[in-house]
Antibody
Framework: QVTLRESGPALVKPTQTLTLTCTFSGFSLSTSGMCVSWIRQPPGKALEWLARIDWDDDEFYSTSLKTRLTISKDTSKNQVVLTMTNMDPVDTATYYC???????????WGQGALVTVSS | EIVLTQSPGTLSLSPGERATLSCRASQSVSSSSLAWFQQKPGQAPRLLIYGASSRATGIPDRFSGSGSGTDFTLAISRLEPEDFAVYYCQHYRTFGGGTKVEIK
């Protein structure tokens, strides 16, 4: 059974760095074709893809946010970490991690973590 | 970068009716990487359709996907009460803006 769970702070201040952890089970990021993505959704708005890390350590980032994002993995702990620098109130959103197949399909999602950016 | 445009923005229908949702890509895309998701309030998106027309595990056969190139469609043959939700199409790193299916 595949599960993913996001964890991190619910509240960050403007200009701070956000660090989110995705802890997963039921698959391994050392298996060929396996990837994990981060996707966010501002309240009442559409989904926005942020970043992806692959089984072979390839990393991919949103063009508009690439200067602020870093994605990494710890295969032994079954965790993927996303950091986003210089947080702004417009970054207030629910942040999801999702298992991603090499075909680009997000087949399993975590429950999401709401992050509010406010002073 | 590819843009996915979903229409209509909102679809008001009654239970038992047929729903037809459209997703149009700004340029031709690979059908193998076109997916549809359902999202209910307070929940994560759920994969419904992948590869433009294949149902994900556990998805009822009243959901069907079709299309190729730039035009894709999600159809729900007979709306059940639990089908009223927001639906998103997706291709690789791009999501559409969503279609809300609401009770008329």
């Amino acid at each position: 059974q595949v599960t993913l769970r996001e964890s991190g702070p619910a509240l960050v201040k403007p200009t701070q760095t956000l660090t989110l952890t995705c802890t997963f089970s039921g698959f391994s990021l050392s298996t060929s074709g396996m990837c994990v993505s981060w996707i966010r959704q501002p309240p009442g708005k559409a989904l926005e893809w942020l970043a992806r890390i692959d089984w072979d350590d390839d990393e991919f980032y949103s063009t508009s946010l690439k200067t602020r994002l870093t994605i990494s993995k710890d295969t032994s702990k079954n965790q993927v970490v996303l950091t986003m620098t210089n947080m702004d109130p417009v970054d207030t959103a629910t942040y999801y991690c999702a298992r991603t197949l090499s075909s680009g399909i997000f087949d399993y999602w975590g429950q999401g973590a709401l992050v509010t950016v406010s002073s | 970068e590819i843009v996915l445009t979903q229409s209509p923005g909102t679809l008001s229908l009654s239970p038992g009716e047929r729903a037809t949702l459209s997703c149009r890509a700004s340029q031709s895309v690979s059908s193998s990487s076109l997916a549809w998701f359902q999202q209910k309030p307070g929940q994560a998106p759920r994969l419904l359709i992948y590869g433009a027309s294949s149902r994900a595990t556990g998805i009822p056969d009243r959901f069907s996907g079709s299309g190729s190139g730039t035009d894709f469609t999600l159809a729900i043959s007979r709306l059940e009460p639990e089908d009223f939700a927001v639906y998103y199409c997706q291709h690789y790193r791009t999501f559409g803006g969503g279609t809300k299916v609401e009770i008329k």
